[in-house]
């Protein structure tokens, strides 16, 4: 179906918003940031008054698996800051 990962998860992402965008104006929400590995994504949105008190936000991924199988198991993990709360969500595969 997808000729790569990037295509799939830009499929993804274009998916989660036009699915948001059915119940919410495009003008209420932003994507803040975002990262994916190898069929896991992970989105950052946030609504236009809470976007301005977001800060220090961070992506990271992590590969595991043997030498034969790397990137097939692993996480992909967003953090950030509101206000004087930090936010950790990971989405992994193991």
Known sequence: MFTSNR???EFIKQ???KNLYNYAS???F???SQTDMHGLIILLLAKRGI???LFDVS???IRAGG???SGMKGAVMIRFQLEDTTFV???NHL
């Open 67 to 69: 030498k034969d199988k």
């Open 26 to 28: 495009k003008e209420q």
């Open 51 to 53: 976007q301005i008190r």
């Open 7 to 9: 295509n799939e998860a």
């Open 59 to 61: 992506t990271s991924n």
């Open 30 to 32: 932003q994507l803040v």
């Open 89 to 91: 969500f990971v989405n």
């Open 15 to 17: 998916t989660v918003l």
